[in-house]
């Protein structure tokens, strides 16, 4: 970016940070596909462009972020719990987590500061003027709210008719569409990796203490039966919600028979504790869980997924990680539920980290070292000269989807654009997966290109698209006549809805939002530009609001017009609000004319397009 760059580590860093904050605020729900992956990356990488700009401008303005200043953000973020900074453990969590000396992470600490100073530059010197403080006060106060019913393709089946669909619409629609059908192109490949945690080995006394901690008592039942290490995704049900839980929990049991990441679904999906460790419960004796769902892990094999179990608690989708036979109480035994524990209790730690770190660039040496060995010959030549690789031959896959059997399905699509740029036979060097577990190299083995399927391969799906649309105008359809004779009626809609059987809902006050979103309703730009044209003497939306693929029918509620006496009252805090966000969109605007006259180039790795 003319000259300054973003790393490739930076980048992958705030794209962690964001990913979790994203699902612990549950705006990730489900397998996160390629477009959505797409979507976040684009998102961050535009914002740290706009940061970098936001901090050349501001060195260009004179503004300078004081070493104070740097000090006491510093001290703030890596204070210990005493509230005492402890400088050693700075230093260690910086090289091990970021890759960075206190010198280079100071220095991004002061430029962080300088591109705040800039948006507080043009917060502060932002002007609104009377008028335009009215404007904005009286869109914000203009409020309605409105009483709705939403029309039930399901319910109202016996009322819409819906004609079938025939042979020559189906094969209209598919010479109409016949690009949306494409088959795109696929790779079939070899993937070699190392797992880091394959090289962070325990000490045996740290084992010693565990499982004398663990086990203190040689001969519970517990330590000698059967230990089985499960992962699960639970849907908590109750006694009004058990029908829709029981279709959530066989929806998303069909994703992961499509392929879909289990540790992936589990942290957006599952309503259990275990949620945040990707539905991990660890090892556990018998005893511990409903007794047909210990029984079905019994029943299992090692990295099977269950159907959805009905248990007191809820729908449990699980999944078979180990199992430990039953015997005695023994370090040999029980060693891979001990190491288990011990990676559990000490990955978070800075010691571990920083040697996490050396590890990662150990292993990307050593496949570099193995990639120059073997040349064009197959990865299996890797996993002969070092066990602890794994390999993989993969089915042939598209951009988008997942791979089967890897350890990390988030890393998929990093495997997949490494491959793109080979030729057959030809091995990619070594690429980090997203969450510093596991280091790869890929080599092609075929490409099938891209191509436009026959009729027969897609006819059942061409005629559920094709009724599904039928559907959906029969609907309007009956929506639309519905509206006319209610609009006629001149009856209230909690009458009319009471006498078509319909549940009627009310929004909350609500007014001109910029996106056009109605509570409860969705986004629709001619719902409310009704919403606020309507009198009271003619309450009913003159026509269907179509949102989120749902139909509804609505009738004004209440209207409530802005309070000019509070207005002069409040005036001056609210032009302080209203300069604030001017100062905003000042702001956005600058950098954007910004990024119009900066050169910048996307490396590969950081492609969002």
């Known amino acids: ?13 705030r794209f962690q940070s964001m990913l979790e904050v994203y699902r612990n605020m549950g705006l990730l729900r489900g397998d996160v596909s390629e477009e959505m992956m797409k979507l976040i990356q684009g998102s961050i990488l535009n914002g740290m462009i706009d940061e970098r700009l936001k901090i050349r401008a501001a060195k260009e303005f004179g503004l300078v972020a004081s070493e104070k200043q740097v000090k006491e953000t510093i001290e703030k973020q890596f204070s210990a719990s005493t509230g005492k900074f402890d400088f050693d453990l700075y230093k260690k969590i910086l090289r091990a987590r970021m890759g960075k000396n206190p010198a280079a992470f100071e220095k991004e600490q002061a430029d962080s500061l300088l591109a705040k100073e800039f948006d507080e530059l043009f917060e502060k010197t932002s002007f609104v003027s009377h ?6 006060y009286e869109m914000r106060n203009d409020k309605v709210s409105l009483s709705f019913v939403t029309l039930d393709p399901e319910k109202l089946s016996k009322k819409i008719s819906v004609p079938s ?11 109409t569409h016949k690009s949306q059908y494409e088959i795109p192109e696929a790779r079939k490949m070899e993937v070699a990796w190392y797992n880091v945690n ?10 010693e203490k565990i499982l004398h901690d663990l086990f203190p008592n040689k001969n519970a039942q517990d330590v000698q039966g059967e230990r089985i290490r499960a992962a699960q995704i639970l849907f908590r ?8 839980k029981s279709k959530r929990a066989h ?3 069909l994703k992961l028979k499509q392929g879909a990441d289990f540790d992936r679904l589990a942290r957006a999906e599952s309503e259990h504790f275990s949620q945040s460790e990707g539905g991990d419960l660890g090892y556990f004796g018998k005893g511990k869980y409903p007794k047909n769902v210990e029984q079905a892990l019994i029943a299992m094999h090692i990295g099977e997924i ?12 699980l999944k078979l990680i180990d199992r430990i036979p039953a015997g005695e109480r023994s370090m040999t035994r029980l060693r891979r539920e001990l190491v288990y524990l011990w990676r559990k209790k000490n990955i978070l730690s800075a010691e571990m980290s920083e040697k996490k770190e050396q590890t990662i660039k150990n292993m990307e040496n050593r496949l570099k070292q193995g990639k120059a060995k073997i040349g064009q010959n197959s990865l299996g030549k890797l996993k002969m000269d070092d066990p602890l690789i794994r390999l993989l031959e993969t089915d042939f896959v598209s951009m988008g989807h997942n791979i089967g059997n890897l ?4 890393d998929s699509s990093l495997i997949l654009r490494a491959a793109q740029s080979l030729s057959n036979g030809a091995t990619s060097d070594p690429v980090k997966g997203w969450n510093s577990e596991h280091v790869y190299v890929v080599r092609l083995l075929s490409v099938k290109p891209p191509r436009i399927p026959s009729l027969d391969e897609v006819k059942a799906k061409i005629s559920e698209e094709v009724l599904k649309e039928k559907r959906k105008d029969a609907l309007r359809s009956y929506a639309k006549n519905l509206l006319e004779k209610w609009m006629h009626s001149k009856k209230p809609i909690e009458t009319l809805a009471k006498e078509e059987g319909l549940g009627l809902e009310h929004t909350d006050e609500f007014s001109r939002a910029p996106d056009h979103r109605i509570p409860k309703i969705g986004v629709s730009e001619s719902g409310i530009s009704h919403a606020f044209k309507r009198p009271k003497e003619e309450p009913f939306i003159p026509e269907p609001i179509i949102a989120s693929d749902k139909i509804h029918l609505a009738s004004l509620r209440k209207k409530i017009m802005p309070d000019w006496t509070v207005f002069e009252k409040e005036k001056e805090s609210l032009r302080k609000v209203a300069e604030e966000e001017a100062g905003r969109e000042r702001v956005r605007t600058f950098t954007a004319s910004l990024k119009t006259k900066a050169k910048i180039t996307k490396a590969k790795e950081l492609s969002t397009e």
């Open 1 to 13: 970016m003319d000259g300054d760059s973003i790393t490739t580590i930076d980048f992958q860093n």
């Open 237 to 244: 049900t109750t006694k009004n919600n058990e029908s829709q």
């Open 407 to 410: 350890e990390d399905g988030n």
């Open 251 to 253: 929806e998303n049991y």
């Open 165 to 175: 669909v025939t042979e020559a619409e189906i094969k209209s629609h598919f010479e």
């Open 306 to 317: 269950s159907n959805p179990i009905k248990s007191p608690e809820g729908f449990h989708i």
């Open 198 to 207: 394959d090289f962070l080995e325990p000490k045996e006394y740290e084992l």
């Open 131 to 136: 008028q335009e403080l009215r404007q904005t």
